[in-house]
């Protein structure tokens, strides 16, 4: 019997390997096609940005490589099945295709918002309506067409992530999903209702609900067309919904939600906000419940990798992540009743969980 494990294991470590090798060779294929397209960070007659910490390629290389390792070892130690490369898969290859496609004709539309620093070109967009979105929100994010507010984006930001991160992105949600699953575990997902703060496309909350398939999940989302992305993603499981609404305003009553988790949010937030963000989380929060923040890596965190999160919103709109690189969690997450448990890194993202108290 041992020996048959042992074979298992190591033929599940070589589907995983290839798999993910794969989905590397995809997405950074079409990073390095698309930043052969583009001009380059810096823009004509304005100096070259020299970061004021030197990018570690090792580094680099070896939080990624790491990142695909502690995601094995997550499989291994039965938080969650081995991911499900839809992407890859040849039945979907042609709607890949078509993603690909769509990211590499948006190249030249990126590039030409990136020379001209013109990341607010969606203001004048028809869904662009000041009385339900925010100033704040009513951006051309990573100079994306559309800003969030297309059906067109929605199809094809998962596609950019994935390209941008060079096939990572999935694996570093998946640290976040390990937490949750941490969490989760300690009740019945029956009975467990989760919250996924800004939950996009409904990306995460499909990976959710191929490892806890009863679980009561709800997303929230500000931009219709990515919540009615994340709508089809999850429309297998029932109990699920998609939620529209503001992450500072939330639409549901005090102490709703076992759970709560945010991915990708906080660094697109102006630091003004964050903390009414905080609060809202608080306040849905049951006492004792965890809030999971999984959020781009901060200064200091891992200092080979500080020059490349400064090269970042030099060739992505990214208005306030400069502020975030810096930004305080600690003292704004206590106000609000918040205690620090677990931390984990994961390639360019950081994994906090919190407590809170009561």
Known sequence: MGVLKDAMKTAGRARYTAAQGLRAAWYGGQYALARRRSAGFNRPGEPVFKPANAPDTKALRTAYFDLFRQDRANVEGGLYPD????????RDLPKSIRRAQAFLSDVSDVDR?????????????????PKRFPTYYRQNFHYQT?????????EIYDHQVEALFTGAADAMRRAALAELVREVR???????????????TGRFMAQTLRTMPRLNLTGLDLSPPYAGAARAAVRRW??????EGLAEQLPFEDARFDHLISIYLFHELPPR??????????RVLKPGGSFIIADSLQFGDDAGLDGFLEYFPEGFHEPYYKGYLKWKFDPHMAAAGFTS????LAFLTKVRVWRKQG
């Open 186 to 200: 300690r009740g019945d997902q029956r009975e467990t209702h989760v919250l996924d703060l800004a939950c996009g």
């Open 341 to 344: 448990e677990r931390l984990n």
């Open 113 to 129: 918002r990136r020379l001209d620093r013109n990341g607010t070109e969606v203001r004048t967009h028809e869904a662009a309506d």
């Open 146 to 154: 559309d800003g969030w507010l297309s059906e067109g984006s929605a």
């Open 238 to 243: 029932p109990q699920v919904e998609v939620v």
């Open 83 to 90: 991911p499900v490369v839809t992407d890859m898969r040849l």
């Open 273 to 282: 906000v964050r903390p009414k963000v905080i609060a809202e989380a608080a």
